[in-house]
């Protein structure tokens, strides 16, 4: 049984102060400096205007005057994120996220840890609850009553047999309340918007829609064929989710925290602020819970002068341990702050090894092209996630449907 987690305005309740805060009036996080004129996360009282993440700045103000603008946050949503799914670690639970406000977890891997022994069936309780008959307390709740207490603030869980299923749980949730997807059965009524919670198939809602297609029964309903005729993979992903079928959960590795700040006594550009990176870099290869690793990637991030925060995250071509060779990467993009800072902050978000890479003896073109391209595919992983780098492998080709002559696979060299 997969359980979701799921924090609504977490960006915007870390960038205004609170949830008391939200009470005051209509609100939305403003755009970053240097990005695109959209608002990000709005408060219930300005979707009562009709304004949603992701419309165009002089829209939004048209249709709400008095629209509060609340400067963006990402250093707070970070450490109140990373805050959340280390108490999650902390109760047993491996985590994998979805995105800055949705983690999932095995909560079955949890059931003797919080409240029984894990015979009961979670489904078999929802359809005696729905037919009137009392339950007794089960794991399940347990798992709820332990996760609720970790994390420590309002949050919609839901639990299902996959993860699309616990996800669609956790949406139509109450936040008192977690909400229990049996299986395909449950998301019939569920709506076609649902899809935008995955990744691959967040663009196939707007052309379902148009197509009259409002739910996830219908698209469940659609042959398999004109699915993929029509939209391709996404589509035949589409109609898995529909009928219950996901992927296994992928939890992330628990790491250390490992970061240096630094406070500017006056608002600092320019040179100082070069020298403010110095002075973080070395402290930080410095610290002795480093070990002697070298470092794979880092975060950078300041508070800026006028409010909020900037953050920006760097993965290095190769571990580095050179405090040279990393001013060279961070001071160019340090260079990209929009405003004078009067704090900044460098934390190492992945180690490398803790010695650099042996040499040969002797000088062999073929292996230090092999080493070279491992070193790629770690980076490329390091940066974009595990399915970054892929070969195509030959299974079928002389069959007569295309997806059955090759498949994609893990590059490995």
């Keep these: 049984m997969i359980v979701a987690v799921l924090l609504p305005r977490l960006e915007l309740t870390v960038a205004v102060g609170g949830r008391a805060a939200l009470l005051e009036g209509p609100a939305a996080l403003a755009p970053e400096p240097g990005r695109e004129q959209q608002v990000g996360e709005v408060s219930a009282a300005a979707e009562v205007f009709g304004i949603h993440p992701g419309m165009r ?8 005057p008095g629209l509060a603008l609340v400067p963006p946050d990402p250093l707070g949503v970070a450490d109140a994120w990373e805050a959340a799914l280390a108490a999650l670690e902390d109760v047993g639970a491996a985590v994998e996220v979805q995105a800055p406000e949705l983690v999932c977890f095995d909560g079955a891997a949890l059931r003797r840890l919080h409240g029984g022994d894990g015979r009961e069936d979670p489904a078999a309780r929802l359809r005696g609850r729905l037919a009137g008959r009392r339950q007794p307390p089960g794991w399940l709740d347990g798992v709820v009553a332990a996760t609720r207490a970790a994390v420590g603030r309002p949050a919609r869980i839901g639990a299902g047999p996959s993860r699309f299923c616990a996800v669609a749980g956790a949406v139509r949730a109450r936040s008192r309340r977690a909400e229990i997807v049996a299986g395909a059965e449950d998301l019939v009524a569920a709506p076609v918007a649902l899809l935008r919670r995955d ?13 009259g297609i409002t739910t996830l ?23 898995e989710l529909a009928v219950g079928v996901d992927t296994p959960l992928r939890p992330r590795t628990a790491g250390e925290e490992l970061q240096e700040t630094l406070d500017l006594p006056e608002a600092a550009s320019g040179a100082q602020l070069g020298r403010a ?12 819970e480093r070990r002697g690793r070298a470092l794979r990637a880092v975060v950078l991030g300041a508070r800026l002068v006028e409010g909020g925060t900037w953050r920006s995250r760097v993965v290095f071509r190769e571990p580095l341990a050179d405090p040279r060779r990393m001013l060279l990467v961070l001071t160019g993009r340090l260079a990209t702050l929009p405003a004078p800072a009067e704090s900044v902050r460098l934390s190492v978000e992945r180690f490398g090894p803790a010695a650099a890479p042996d040499t040969a003896l ?18 490329a992983r390091a940066a974009a996630g595990p399915d970054a780098a892929l070969r195509v492998l030959t299974v079928d080709p002389d069959s007569r449907v295309p997806e059955r002559r090759a498949v994609l696979t893990p590059f490995e060299v």
């Design 57 to 64: 700045l002089g829209e939004a103000l048209s249709r709400c």
């Design 199 to 211: 990744p691959a198939c967040a663009g196939l809602v707007e052309p379902l829609e148009r197509l």
């Design 217 to 239: 029964g219908q698209v469940a309903a659609l042959p398999r064929a004109s699915l993929a005729d029509r939209f391709g993979p996404p589509g035949l992903r589409a109609r």
């Design 277 to 288: 990176l110095e002075l973080l870099v070395d402290r930080l290869l410095a610290r002795r």
């Design 362 to 379: 002797f000088d062999d073109a073929r292996a230090a092209r092999a080493a070279r391209l491992r070193e790629a595919v770690r980076q």
